[in-house]
């Protein structure tokens, strides 16, 4: 079944640390993205990227570096840098074309800084 | 201003209730709408899209209104499993950039 899988499910980070969270897509899509949850809070665009090889900042970057290398793949790299980390983090990937295509999302990664 | 605005409720009603929601936005060259649902500590899954003309699912109905820039989403003979956070989903005018309101709670109770 095609679908979009995020990992680790939780992840615990140390001050100072850069961590990495992955988001692997097998259902074709163009484009991917990193949403940051916080609780009782909306959805905040990290980064996004339309093609392979480009991508693009969201409304909160700062802290925060992707790649595309694969249309298939979207890490996220949470550096040390970003001063405030634990949040939920969520993968999301669609279609370019055409209107009325939704977003299909991971299941999450929960971050927790120790 | 926020692109997307929702009441964050909770709205808690009864079993078998209708309850509506409204969103509104910011942005009048956004093209397409959704709704998503998303239960507690999980990721927001699609409801549904809507569509100019008004769309039904079931017991959900959603309605956009382009005029007055809000969408709306009825739930009719509600059920204990509707209990979760709603969230309204509007894209930019490339279809590229979805935005997030911040979510109605709904609990629905017996």
């Known amino acids: 079944d095609g679908g979009i899988t995020q990992s680790p499910k939780y992840l615990f980070r140390k001050e100072g640390q850069n961590v990495t969270l992955s988001c692997e897509q097998n259902?074709?899509?163009?484009?991917m993205y990193w949403y940051r949850q916080d609780p009782g809070q909306g959805l905040r665009l990290i980064y996004y990227?339309?093609?392979?090889?480009?991508?693009q900042k969201g409304d909160i970057a700062e802290g925060y570096s992707v790649s595309r290398e694969k249309k298939e793949s979207f890490p996220l790299t949470v550096t040390s840098a970003q001063k405030n980390p634990t949040a939920f983090y969520l993968c999301?990937?669609?279609?370019?074309?055409?209107?009325?295509?939704?977003?299909?999302f991971g299941s999450g990664t929960r971050l927790t800084v120790v | 201003r926020k692109e997307v605005e929702q009441d964050p409720g909770p709205f808690n009603v009864p079993e078998g209730a209708t309850v509506a929601f409204n969103c509104t936005y910011s942005?009048?060259?956004?093209?397409?709408f959704f709704w998503y649902r998303q239960d507690c500590r999980k990721e927001p899954k699609l409801l549904m899209s809507?569509?100019?003309s008004g769309n039904e699912d079931g017991r959900f109905t959603a309605q956009l209104n382009r005029a007055s820039q809000y969408i709306s989403l009825l739930i009719r003979d509600s059920k204990l499993s509707d209990s979760a956070t709603y969230l309204c989903?509007?894209?930019?005018?490339?279809?590229?950039?979805?935005?997030f309101g911040s979510g109605t709670k709904l609990n629905v109770k017996p």
């Open positions: 999301a990937s669609s279609f370019n074309r055409g209107e009325n295509y939704g977003y299909t």
């Open positions: 259902l074709n899509h163009d484009a």
């Open positions: 990227s339309q093609i392979v090889n480009d991508f």
């Open positions: 942005n009048s060259a956004s093209q397409s």
């Open positions: 809507v569509y100019s």
């Open positions: 989903v509007v894209t930019g005018y490339n279809f590229n950039k979805f935005y």
